[in-house]
């Protein structure tokens, strides 16, 4: 029952450290993918807004950001001019990317999905500026590897979580069985009309079931001995021996006449066989053969 106890609660530790840890993780991801957007677009607009040549625009950059920002330069068609990473001869026409279309039509546009150029997810936000499209993007953590990234930490949180729990539950376990030891320390109560009260209320039903069961158990065994001393009474003044064996032979109970008549001496004791009381050949073969044939007949001479 201890075990049973200590392996809910750790089940139940760890499932609960699990459910807080991708809770967590996620508000903390939400709030992390808010803020870089937010970041991203406040520097693109200021960048812009300070009428820079593009060159201009990554050197101010990577002298005020702790973090990279990558810059595509396109005209309307989609033609890259400009990339502050790749070589701009070497990528494909941006004129159906999500954010180039938004910002060629509405002067802005924005977009989140894996960049086929660096092989990460990338925020991208685009500005519609004189007669070029000026796109920057950040690369963002996806959800799984920020989850796997703070895993070390979960599993130290868990353990420590567990080691507690193991304490805890020990302790809460032995309070749990300790009012069951206490009933079964106190049967020799329930036996009689004296008052016995468990710790818990939720134990009165089964105190209550017990106290009922051993008295009628009582009252059963002591017709029983009521009946074997009436039996007793019977068979010790009848003239006739009587001697009652079990299959091995064993005697469970003889009378005083067939005691009187094979061995006066005879005192019976636990498992003491026909043997001990007789060795009388015609008894014996008697016996055996009511074993065979289920009854015999025969006479002891005096």
Do not use: W
């Given at each position: 029952m201890q075990k049973k106890i200590f392996r809910s609660i750790c089940y139940t530790v760890f499932a609960s450290v699990l459910v807080f840890a991708i809770v967590a993780v996620s508000i903390v991801y939400n709030f992390y993918k808010t803020q870089a957007e937010s970041q991203l677009r406040s520097v693109a607009n200021v960048i812009i807004y300070n009428d820079l040549t593009v060159e201009e625009m990554v050197e101010n950059l990577e002298k005020s950001l702790t973090y990279n920002v990558r810059i595509t330069q396109t005209d309307f068609e989609g033609n890259v001019i400009f990339d502050s990473i790749k070589d701009a001869s070497s990528l494909e026409n941006h004129g159906e990317r999500k954010e180039i279309k938004d910002a060629l039509e509405y002067g802005i546009g924005s977009d989140t999905r894996d960049s086929k150029t660096t092989g990460s997810i990338n925020y991208y936000y685009a500005v519609k500026d004189g007669e070029s499209i000026y796109r920057f993007s950040r690369e963002r953590s996806s959800f799984l590897s920020m989850f796997l990234g703070r895993v070390p930490v979960m599993l130290?949180?868990?353990?420590?979580?567990?080691?507690?729990?193991?304490?805890?539950?020990?302790?809460?376990?032995?309070?749990?069985?300790?009012?069951?030891?206490?009933?079964?320390?106190?049967?020799?109560?329930?036996?009689?009309?004296?008052?016995?009260?468990?710790?818990?209320?939720?134990?009165?039903?089964?105190?209550?079931?017990?106290?009922?069961?051993?008295?009628?158990?009582?009252?059963?065994?002591?017709?029983?001995?009521?009946?074997?001393?009436?039996?007793?009474?019977?068979?010790?003044?009848?003239?006739?021996?009587?001697?009652?064996?079990?299959?091995?032979?064993?005697?469970?109970?003889?009378?005083?006449?067939?005691?009187?008549?094979?061995?006066?001496?005879?005192?019976?004791?636990?498992?003491?066989?026909?043997?001990?009381?007789t060795r009388n050949a015609q008894l014996i073969e008697a016996l055996e053969s009511a074993e065979k044939n289920g009854s015999a007949m025969g006479s002891i001479p005096n």
């Open positions: 130290c949180v868990a353990g420590l979580v567990i080691a507690v729990a193991t304490v805890v539950s020990m302790k809460l376990s032995e309070n749990a069985i300790k009012p069951i030891q206490n009933i079964v320390a106190n049967l020799d109560v329930l036996d009689t009309t004296q008052e016995f009260k468990p710790e818990y209320k939720e134990l009165y039903p089964i105190v209550s079931a017990m106290k009922k069961m051993s008295q009628r158990l009582h009252k059963y065994i002591n017709r029983l001995k009521e009946e074997k001393e009436k039996i007793t009474l019977i068979t010790d003044n009848m003239v006739e021996g009587m001697i009652l064996l079990d299959e091995e032979g064993n005697i469970l109970s003889v009378n005083k006449s067939a005691v009187e008549t094979l061995n006066p001496s005879f005192e019976i004791e636990e498992e003491t066989h026909i043997l001990v009381l």
